[in-house]
């Protein structure tokens, strides 16, 4: 945020708003958790934020030590942003809100849930169990095209989630961003494409207890 716009306060709070408190900037961080992204990825994860908004926003983060551009190496050579160390400081921030904000349920407008914010519900409230055997998934939301693919690793210690897909995985899930958002804490796999193993996605699913009011990151 520019300084003539900041809070001129000193303490920690206002120096981090400074930094983070422009509309959209932290969903733009929360778009980045799970690794980099093109400026139309960002615009497709934000689809009501204006291309003018997402640029400020990408530029004064980047300004602040909060985000980075790169190129992929090639055959890609896509020109991509991604979080610093420092910027991935902010994930327990961004999570620790979006946990708080489920105490309060969400209005009517508040409907879209972008792939990146379903999957990291995945990762925050997967519940582990050192008895439940590890397993891998592909999940596939096809309301999001290609950047709805993503794989996910559960381990008695957690879930990981990531873009890269496991090239073998033990179950490969085929739904919509609303179905599987319904489908947190349930063992019913009534209307979800499965191939591979249904009991993998069955202990996914039942692992993954979001708080109530059913809000996610």
Request: aromatic share 6%; glycine share 10%.
């Amino acid at each position: 945020m520019p300084a003539q716009r900041g809070y001129r306060q000193a303490c920690g709070v206002a120096r981090g708003l400074d930094i983070v408190g422009e509309r959209w900037s932290l969903l733009v961080v929360r778009e980045l958790l799970l690794g980099p992204k093109r400026f139309t990825d960002l615009q497709q994860a934000l689809p009501t934020a204006s291309p003018n908004a997402l640029s400020d926003r990408l530029r004064e983060l980047t300004d602040a030590g909060v985000v980075v551009r790169r190129q992929l190496p090639p055959p890609s050579g896509a020109r991509v942003y991604e979080l610093t160390a420092w910027g991935r400081g902010l994930e327990p921030i961004v999570i620790a809100l979006g946990t708080w904000a489920l105490a309060a349920p969400p209005t009517a407008e508040q409907r879209f849930v972008s792939a990146d914010s379903a999957m990291l519900a995945i990762r925050t409230y997967f519940v582990p169990a050192p008895e439940r055997p590890a397993a891998t998934l592909r999940i596939e939301l096809r309301d999001h095209g290609p950047a709805g693919v993503f794989g996910v690793r559960c381990t008695p210690a957690g879930a990981e989630v990531g873009h890269e897909p496991p090239e073998a995985p033990d179950a490969v899930l085929i739904t919509t961003t609303d179905a599987l958002l319904a489908a947190f804490g349930a063992e019913d796999l009534t209307g979800l494409t499965i191939v591979g193993d249904p009991e993998t996605v069955q202990r996914m699913l039942v692992a993954v207890r979001v708080p109530a009011h059913g809000g996610y990151a």
